[in-house]
């Protein structure tokens, strides 16, 4: 997946990427995935998942990513790692 | 009269809180921790904001600390119809909120609700809202404008912390309703475990220091 923004999102507390575009993720099939990658999942409620590695990231089935940082570097390792499994 | 004021981290609810404090009301304060949904950022500015009224009214205002994102959130949204995900989080809120309050011996829930400001605030919603329980719900910002709710957080030192960056709800749908029939939320709510939820809720509720 490809992203066409990485930015601060509207309220600057966490870091939102949106994709090129919107697709429609089966996050039950992603977090598979995810948990065999070692991220540990914290709520998954099919529209939006909630994981964790090193940063705390909600992904929404259209593809977005917010990820509880202000780091835009760290968040750009973050989507770079995590882009494959989704 | 001994209020549980739902502190949220935004700009209303300390300022409703102020207004009762003012009037010699005693106060406690509620904050219903929506993570994963939202930051741990939050937390230190209710914590902040607390810690501001106090200096204000000069006296303790204890803080207490209560999860809602899980199991509450998480249990609505994987339930319950996605447009009423607003209105049933503010119906549980209330319930955590009023049993809470009876547990500590308080008397009544301040809320700093202002009709018409957000979706989950219209007269219909609110009224959905209130119906969830039985105690008297105080909201002194009922009729104010944004503008003077602002004012006043400008005035008391409240303004410049709730504005600190935080993570807005995550959870909020994309079309919230904003015009709630009770009938609809009341059928929704029997795809989860209320009483349950409140129990488990209740049995995590911590004080936190300021």
């Known amino acids: 997946m490809k992203y066409r923004v990485v ?9 939102e990427a949106i994709p090129e575009k919107k697709e429609n ?62 | 009269m001994k209020l549980v004021a739902l502190i949220s981290g935004g700009i209303d609810s300390p300022v409703a809180a102020h207004l009762m404090l003012r009037k010699g009301y005693e106060v406690a304060a509620l904050h219903m921790d929506n993570r994963p949904f939202t930051d741990d950022a939050q937390l230190e ?27 509450t959130q998480e249990a609505i949204a994987r339930n319950c119809s996605r447009r009423y995900q607003c209105v049933m989080c503010r119906r549980m809120m209330f319930r955590v909120g009023e049993v809470f309050a009876r547990k500590i011996g308080y008397d009544a829930l301040l809320t700093g609700e202002s009709l018409g400001q957000v979706a989950s605030q219209t007269l219909k919603n609110i009224y959905a ?9 105080i909201r002194p910002l009922i009729g104010f404008d944004k503008e003077e709710i602002v004012q006043i957080a400008k ?13 807005c709800c995550t959870i909020t749908p994309k079309k ?35």
């Open chain 1, 7 to 15: 930015r601060l999102c509207r309220s600057s507390a966490a870091i």
């Open chain 1, 25 to 86: 993720l089966d996050l039950y099939e992603v977090e598979e995935k995810l948990r065999a990658a070692g991220y540990e999942i914290i709520t998954n409620l099919g529209p939006i998942m909630v994981v964790k590695k090193d940063v705390e990231i909600t992904i929404y089935d259209t593809g977005k990513l917010l990820l509880k940082t202000k780091d835009e570097e760290k968040a750009r390792e973050e989507i770079e790692a995590l882009r494959s499994y989704l």
């Open chain 2, 45 to 71: 500015k209710v914590r902040m904001l607390v810690k501001r009224l106090e200096e204000i009214h000069g006296r303790e205002i204890p803080l207490y600390l209560a999860p809602h994102g899980i199991p």
């Open chain 2, 129 to 137: 809202e209130s119906q969830a329980i039985e105690m008297p719900m």
């Open chain 2, 155 to 167: 005035d008391i030192g409240t303004y410049e912390i709730s504005i600190i960056p935080s993570l």
């Open chain 2, 176 to 210: 919230p309703s904003i015009n709630a029939r009770l009938k609809d939320i009341l059928r929704e709510e029997e795809k989860i475990r209320i009483e349950e939820i409140v129990d488990t809720v209740m049995g995590k509720v911590v004080r936190v220091e300021v």
